[in-house]
């Protein structure tokens, strides 16, 4: 999400644990689904402190039948 001239620079970890610290700081865990298949935004959480705990399967709607992959952050 963002203008393209921004990608590779490292802003979206960083962004996404500012996000974190101050929106999310009362949260036992934060989890997250991103699809299987996004190695990038995996990536991006994974830098943000996230750890693979899973995966997923939704049986309906847009995502049916796409493995996402279930992230969770301590």
């Known amino acids: 999400i963002g203008e393209e001239k921004f990608?590779?620079?490292g802003w979206a970890h960083?962004?996404?644990h500012k996000f974190l610290k101050t929106t999310c700081?009362?949260?036992?865990?934060v989890i997250t689904d991103p699809q299987?298949?996004?190695?990038?935004?995996?990536r991006v959480y994974e830098k943000a402190g996230f750890v693979q705990?899973?995966?997923y399967h939704?049986?309906?709607g847009i995502w049916a039948n796409l493995p996402h992959t279930i992230?969770?952050?301590k």
């Open 53 to 55: 705990v899973g995966e």
């Open 58 to 60: 939704p049986k309906e």
């Open 36 to 42: 299987t298949e996004n190695k990038k935004a995996i």
């Open 14 to 16: 960083r962004i996404l």
């Open 25 to 29: 700081s009362y949260a036992s865990a």
């Open 7 to 9: 990608a590779g620079q």
């Open 71 to 73: 992230l969770k952050k």
